[in-house]
């Protein structure tokens, strides 16, 4: 039973072992570091997607509410 060698042609995706490829990006930072940095862009994303909502669409429900009250105006 002799099979045929796999030969390794790029040692900077596979290297010597299962984890020689070398990292970049959020990657190569430390491990805390990395973390606060996506954290930070995901609140910021949300942030400017919600203030992105209410300018292009405002609020749905208060509107209702507001129209109810117009409708409806308490005693």
Known sequence: MTGERIVNYNKYLY???????????????????????????GIAVGLVCGFGYNVLFGNPTIKKIEEYYKENPTR
Not at 18 to 38: E, K, T
């Open 15 to 41: 290297g010597p072992g299962p984890l020689a490829r070398r990292p970049s990006g959020l990657g190569a930072r430390p491990p805390l570091q990395g973390l606060v940095i996506c954290a930070a862009q």
